[in-house]
Structures are given as C-alpha cells and as structure tokens.
C-alpha cells in the first residue's frame, strides 16, 4: 500500500493508486511505498530486470527513476495537469546480481511549469547502485 501525504487530492490518489505507475513499471514489478511531491520511495527486484551478464540491466534502473521521478512530478503537478518528462541521466555506480533495489526521490525544483527530480538507487546493503536525475514538463490538461 502506497503512503501519500495527508493533504494529498484524493483524486490524484486514485489516479496514481489505479495506474500503479503505467504498464511498464507493473511488468518490472516495481513497488511504490511512498509518493509526494518531494520525497518518494520505491523497490523493484533485480530478478527479471537483468541483462545478458545476470546483473540488473541499466535501462531497469532509468525505469525505476523515470516512474518514480513521474510519480513525483504528477503529485507535484496535481489535477487538472500532466507531466511529460524531457531531460533523463543515469550514472551508474555499482551492479547488483540479486535482491531488490530500492529508489529514494528527491525534489530538487518543484516551479510552475519545470519538476527536477534525483533519484538514488541503492541494493539491500545501502550501497549507492545509480544516480539518475530527471526534468519533467508540467502542462495543463486540455
């Protein structure tokens, strides 16, 4: 069960509980735990998600950041807006072969029409695996 904060729109609420992040995030089997605004937290597992070598694929951790920063930005964004992401990095720092790997979301900016965001990913020991930071674009809902 995701946490949201208290003062949360209840229709963002069911929006983000029902999507459970998009298609793409259900498949990686990522976990949101936490979402808001300016601090979120997410898990996903290493096993499913690995490349060639059986260590967790690259492209899985911008997965993990890019649903988590979306997430984020959407609830900063809140109804009657979307959010598009425009700018993505990763730098990876460590692999991990096994267990789950957990997402911290920082807001960075939170302004009127841009939401940057940094997340860090790190494996069950807390060891930092990648960074990957990401601008979103809010726009109105026509």
Not at 45 to 59: A, D, M, S
Not at 107 to 132: K, M
């Amino acid at each position: 069960m995701t946490i949201f904060p208290a003062d949360t729109d209840p229709r963002l609420v069911e929006i983000l509980t029902a999507s459970r992040g998009g298609g793409l995030a259900e498949k990686m089997g990522i976990d949101f735990l936490e979402l808001s605004a300016e601090h979120s937290v997410a898990t996903m597992p290493v096993e499913g998600n690995t490349q060639v070598t059986g260590i967790l694929h690259g492209g899985a951790h911008v997965v993990l950041g890019e649903s988590l920063g979306s997430a984020s930005a959407a609830l900063h964004a809140g109804i009657g807006h979307y959010v598009v992401g425009i700018e993505i990095n990763a730098s990876h720092s460590r692999s991990a072969d096994s267990g789950i790997v957990t997402a911290t979301c920082t807001a960075l900016v939170l302004g009127r029409t841009l939401a940057t965001h940094e997340i860090v990913i790190r494996d069950v020991e807390g060891r930092r695996l990648s960074t990957v930071r990401m601008t979103n674009l809010i726009r109105e809902t026509r």
